[in-house]
């Protein structure tokens, strides 16, 4: 049995399910963990000495990989200093006014510590804001495990959403409305029926948590049109897109958005815990202590995660974009090539640095279009890939992400590693 093997059956007995995430434990690649020793560069070491080239990154925040040495630089000038003062910090100011001088429609910002509070906090002022509570939320758009959005649609309605975790009463979801994914029919109709009632719109600005399933400029624009027209709070959650997808995430991708309120986690932390929300000064002002929409947390704008923050996007500049951008587009092409080479149906998707591929022919236009033979494929995939030393996304839903890390080199081996394989994909099927 491997260190990781026994660790896994020691963490099991103390947490639940031996991880301190669901996806972590692997059941969706029907495998067991691995636990890391360390990660350096595009690399990550398991507790058994094994080699990785890493494609989850933390799932995105490690833009220039495993222990950059300028954050981490930083880090160990503030460390002796203090983690943790429950007071302003200078580095808290610097952060803000990076973020805001590189999205035109941040005003002011608040910082906290999850993508998860940010969201949480975003819904709170968009509620404080209009006096309204209902919700509009898009079937597969992921935004943390806030009780009122970690719902599913039910019955194809719009008008009506069941939790999708137990602990969640009726009363904490009836007030979130679930439509699906690129479907003005349906949101202009909602809107027409309820938008005296409704607060807020919230979208992924890159759905990305179910598949990747980039979102037509055109109904982002009726999304704003409508919030506009309505007097709704239009929220784009930038958790994955921001700084990641452009320097201004993705309301640099798109054109013409200029959402009420932003959210923000991953990136804006260089590989530390951090969220953020953001947007309309008007907006903003209504936040305590300034205004009576309450949100507070006792390690909100650390030390440690605002330095580190505030290194990683001072080192963003368009080469990082462009070069990252062409790394991911070489991947995407050379597997699929391979993939004809050996006959596997793979579908890829790209969007700047960040990558998805779906074991099937046809092209998913959203998350129930991924068949169970893909998913099943996916993990076949996912335990060979394993075996070649490539850390793969451990679910086939989720995305793969490039850093600066990922050299020419690191994906010229990365490329032969997944030609074997596939070769081992072909051999099992055929055994």
């Keep these: 049995m491997s260190k990781s093997e026994k660790l896994y059956e020691e963490a099991k007995t103390v947490m639940p399910g031996g991880v ?5 434990a692997f059941r969706a690649v029907k ?17 058994d000495g094994r080699e990785y080239i890493d494609y989850v990154m933390s799932f995105g925040p490690l833009i220039f990989g495993h222990s950059n040495k300028e954050i981490v630089d930083g880090l160990m000038d503030v460390l002796p200093m203090g983690t943790s003062f429950g007071a302003p910090i200078p580095n808290e100011v610097g952060l803000a006014h990076l973020m805001i001088n590189l999205n035109p429609h941040l ?8 993508g998860t509070e940010a969201v949480m906090s975003a819904l709170r002022l968009a509620r404080g804001a209009t006096g309204r509570s209902k919700v509009i939320k898009f079937n597969g758009c992921y935004h943390g495990h806030v009780d009122s959005l970690l719902v599913k649609a039910g019955s194809g309605l719009a008008t009506f959403s069941i939790a999708s975790s137990a602990g969640i009463p009726e009363s904490v979801t009836k007030d979130t409305l679930v439509l699906e994914l690129g479907d003005e029919q349906t949101l202009k109709k909602t809107f027409e029926d309820m938008g005296s009632e409704i607060a807020a719109v919230i979208i992924e600005g890159i759905p990305a948590n179910m598949g ?31 700084f990641r997808v452009s320097k201004s995430g993705a309301v ?12 923000y986690g991953k990136i804006i932390g260089g590989g530390l815990p951090v969220g953020a929300y953001g947007g309309r000064k008007d907006l903003m ?7 009576d929409v309450y949100q507070a947390g006792t390690l909100s704008g650390n030390p440690l995660a605002m330095k580190a923050g505030t290194v990683a996007l ?3 500049d368009d080469d990082t974009y462009s070069i990252l951008e062409q790394r991911a587009s070489l991947l995407k092409d050379e597997i699929m090539r391979l993939s004809k080479t050996f006959s596997i149906p793979v579908h890829v998707r790209q969007i700047a640095s960040i990558l998805w591929f779906v074991f099937q022919d046809h092209e998913p236009q959203g998350p129930r279009d991924i068949s169970p033979e893909a998913e099943e494929r996916y993990a076949l995939f996912h335990r060979h890939a394993l075996e070649e030393g490539l850390y793969m996304p451990p679910s086939a839903f989720e995305v793969c992400f490039i850093s600066t890390a990922h050299t020419d080199k690191v994906i010229s081996l990365t490329i032969s590693k997944i030609e074997s394989t596939f070769q081992k994909m072909k051999g099992s099927e055929g055994s």
């Design 20 to 24: 301190s995430s669901p996806v972590r």
């Design 31 to 47: 495998n067991t963990p691995l636990f890391i020793q360390r990660g350096s560069g595009a690399y990550l070491y398991d507790v």
């Design 107 to 114: 005003d002011w910002v608040r910082f906290v510590n999850s």
């Design 212 to 242: 990747l399933f980039p979102q037509t400029n055109e109904f982002l624009s009726t999304i704003q049109d409508l919030c506009r027209q309505h007097g709704s709070i239009f929220i784009l959650d930038e958790v994955i897109s921001g």
């Design 252 to 263: 640099g991708y798109y054109e013409g958005l200029k959402p009420d309120l932003l959210v």
């Design 285 to 291: 002002e209504l936040v305590a202590p300034v205004g």
């Design 314 to 316: 001072s080192l963003l």
